[in-house]
Structure formats: structure tokens, C-alpha cells
């Protein structure tokens, strides 16, 4: 079985891969590649499968990568190092018959963000912090996470580990996916139809879901209406989630009372745009996976992917088609 992996990547895990039956394919920064040192083509190299983690996607051969994969016939299995799939190449792979299998390991660094934004908030730490720069020795009350009520859309890998710290805090949590069995995580759990009931109660609201037809401006100007005056609305899913021009009047009302944004629909974010300078808005640039531990987790799973793969085993999280095609 020949895989497709940057050569950065190769180097770093090369004695991990199993090594029966696995011939790398490297790419290099040039976008070139090569198989047992000689230059093959996408067309010919065989591959049958691809790992598509940041280090490539963010790096000089990202486009090559992509289109390596796109003119390979006979790619078989995508390991992404990504939590979502709204990523038009990822709909182009699968609608081929590609299985695309995503990763989970931004979720420690994306539920430790949500809970770093909201106690930010809640405990008033810009004021803290203007205050220290003035010298002003000054007693500021702050809101407590013991007894708040969260809603968490998306309770998967990131909704969970949200959960799990903000019951540690003594919050009460409520899950909202399509599966309504009861989970451990959860203090209850919910589907999309129950927001509007729950949304008037709800201190703290995280969007974590994937992006599809479904959850496109979940988020929208009836959503803002049921939300408290109080609460904090946190997107760390993607941008598509969020109504935006919806959102700035919402918050010009006064409900949410405060939003913590990491994604949005444009990015990189417009020098223009009015959220950057929005009283009522903590943002950050799509960074809130970026850890030291992200690449560490991704790698471990692909590599126990690889090895399901090589075994012809079941892969662990695997996209379904027709999320990926947009069927919801």
C-alpha cells in the first residue's frame, strides 16, 4: 500500500508507520514527488492513501498536496488532521468513493479556550487588566461558573471535553447532537428542535458542531432573540454557524451580552470589519486548537489508522458521506 505524506512528516514518524506493506510517497516543500528516491507523477505513483495534517496544509506545498490527491486515481482512504469537513476537497474526495477520516486532536486546546474566554468574561479581565496599567487598586465583583446553565451544540470530541471542565466548575450542561441517549459528559442531552426552549435559560452557549445545510446560520437573528441579556455566546466550530450581520445587531441590542468568536465566515477576518473593535467581542484568529499537544494526538491517531488501515480493520472516526456531500 503506497501512502502520500509530506516529507517533513515522514522524517518525524518514519520509524512509527508500520512496516509491513506501507511505501511512502513523499512530497517536498517543491511540491515534488518522489517514490524510492525517483520522481513519480500523481497519476502514477499509486497512492492509496493520503495524511493531510497541518504541517502540510500549512505549509509551501499545500496547494501541490491538495492536487496531488484530487489527480490520484486510485486514493482509497484520507486521513485529515482536521475536525471538520466543509473543505470543498474533502466533498470532491468522497463523492469518488474516498473514506475521509477526521481527527479530534485540537479538542483538549478547544475546550480549554471556551473555558479561557468565558471565565474571562465572566471575570471581568479586560477591566483587571486596564486596571492594573492605571494603578487603580480597585475591587471588581465577578460572575461565578458554579450553578450557570450551558448549552453545548456539537457533542462530539470538543463538546465533551467543554463539558467536562465546565461541570468541574459546577456548571449544569445540557448536549445537543442528534443521538438524545443519555451521556456521561452531560447532564442531559437535546436535539437541534429543543434550542428554542433552550435558549432563554442557557448563561453560556458553544457552538461546536461541524458545518453542513443543516447548521448553516444556525445562529441567526430568532436564535440572538431567545438568548439572554447575560449570556456568552462562544463559536468554535466554524463561521458558517453564525448569522454575522445578525449577531452585530444582537449584540448592539444587548442579548447575547457577550460573544467569544473564533471563527467567522470571512478569514483571515477583514481589517474593516466591526467585530475587532466590538465592545461586546473576544476574538482570535481560528487559533483555538493550535497547541503543543494538537500535532502530538494527531499523529498518534493517524498512525493508529494507518495501521487499521494496513490491517484492514475498522478506522476510527469516520466521516459520514453524506455529511460530507451536504446530506445533513
Known amino acids: 500500500m503506497r501512502l502520500l505524506i509530506y516529507e517533513p512528516s515522514f522524517r518525524r514518524l518514519a520509524g512509527s508507520i508500520p512496516p509491513l506493506g506501507v511505501e511512502p510517497v513523499l512530497m517536498s516543500d517543491a511540491g515534488e514527488l518522489s517514490l524510492h528516491g525517483a520522481s513519480v507523477t500523481a497519476e502514477t505513483a499509486g497512492v492509496e492513501a493520503a495524511w493531510a495534517n497541518a504541517e502540510?496544509?500549512?505549509?509551501?506545498?499545500?496547494?501541490?498536496?491538495?492536487?496531488?490527491?484530487?489527480?490520484?486515481?486510485?486514493?482509497?482512504?484520507?486521513?485529515?488532521?482536521?475536525?471538520?469537513?466543509?473543505?470543498?476537497?474533502?466533498?470532491?474526495?468522497?463523492?469518488?468513493?474516498?473514506?475521509l477520516t477526521t481527527s479530534h486532536g485540537q479538542a483538549v486546546g478547544m475546550a480549554e479556550y471556551v473555558l479561557a474566554g468565558v471565565l474571562d468574561h465572566l471575570q471581568?479581565?479586560?477591566?483587571?487588566?486596564?486596571?492594573?496599567?492605571?494603578?487603580?487598586?480597585?475591587?471588581?465583583?465577578?460572575?461565578?461558573?458554579?450553578?450557570?446553565?450551558?448549552?453545548?451544540?456539537?457533542?462530539?470530541?470538543?463538546?465533551?471535553?467543554?463539558?467536562?471542565?465546565?461541570?468541574?466548575?459546577?456548571?449544569r450542561?445540557?448536549?445537543?447532537?442528534?443521538?438524545?441517549?443519555?451521556?456521561?459528559?452531560?447532564?442531559?442531552?437535546?436535539?437541534?428542535?429543543?434550542?428554542?426552549?433552550?435558549?432563554?435559560?442557557?448563561?453560556?452557549?458553544?457552538?461546536?458542531?461541524?458545518?453542513?445545510?443543516?447548521?448553516?446560520?444556525?445562529?441567526?437573528?430568532?436564535?440572538?432573540?431567545?438568548?439572554?441579556p447575560s449570556a456568552v455566546l462562544v463559536n468554535v466550530g466554524r463561521g458558517g454557524l453564525v448569522d454575522e450581520p445578525a449577531l452585530l445587531a444582537a449584540l448592539e441590542s444587548g442579548a447575547p451580552g457577550h460573544a467569544v468568536l473564533d471563527v467567522f465566515e470571512t478569514e483571515p477576518l477583514p481589517p474593516e470589519s466591526p467585530?475587532?473593535?466590538?465592545?461586546?467581542?473576544?476574538?482570535?484568529?481560528?487559533?483555538?486548537?493550535?497547541?503543543?499537544?494538537?500535532?502530538?494526538?494527531?499523529?498518534?491517531?493517524?498512525?493508529e489508522n494507518l495501521g487499521r488501515y494496513v490491517r484492514g480493520e475498522p478506522l476510527l472516526h469516520l466521516a459520514d458521506p453524506k455529511d460530507v456531500l451536504g446530506g445533513g
Open 173 to 228: 450542561v445540557t448536549g445537543v447532537r442528534r443521538a438524545k441517549a443519555p451521556h456521561p459528559s452531560a447532564d442531559s442531552i437535546a436535539s437541534l428542535t429543543d434550542l428554542p426552549a433552550l435558549l432563554p435559560t442557557a448563561d453560556v452557549v458553544v457552538l461546536a458542531c461541524p458545518l453542513t445545510p443543516e447548521t448553516h446560520h444556525l445562529a441567526d437573528a430568532a436564535f440572538f432573540a431567545a438568548m439572554k
Open 56 to 99: 502540510v496544509f500549512f505549509g509551501p506545498a499545500a496547494r501541490a498536496y491538495s492536487v496531488a490527491m484530487l489527480k490520484s486515481p486510485t486514493l482509497r482512504w484520507l486521513q485529515s488532521g482536521a475536525a471538520g469537513f466543509d473543505h470543498p476537497i474533502f466533498g470532491q474526495l468522497v463523492a469518488r468513493g474516498v473514506q
Open 124 to 171: 471581568r479581565g479586560p477591566e483587571r487588566r486596564a486596571a492594573q496599567a492605571g494603578h487603580e487598586w480597585r475591587r471588581l465583583p465577578f460572575r461565578e461558573i458554579m450553578g450557570s446553565r450551558w448549552v453545548i451544540v456539537g457533542f462530539g470530541a470538543i463538546g465533551e471535553g467543554v463539558a467536562v471542565r465546565a461541570r468541574a466548575f459546577g456548571a
Open 275 to 303: 467585530f475587532w473593535d466590538h465592545p461586546r467581542v473576544s476574538l482570535t484568529a481560528h487559533a483555538s486548537g493550535v497547541t503543543n499537544g494538537q500535532s502530538a494526538r494527531n499523529d498518534e491517531l493517524f498512525l
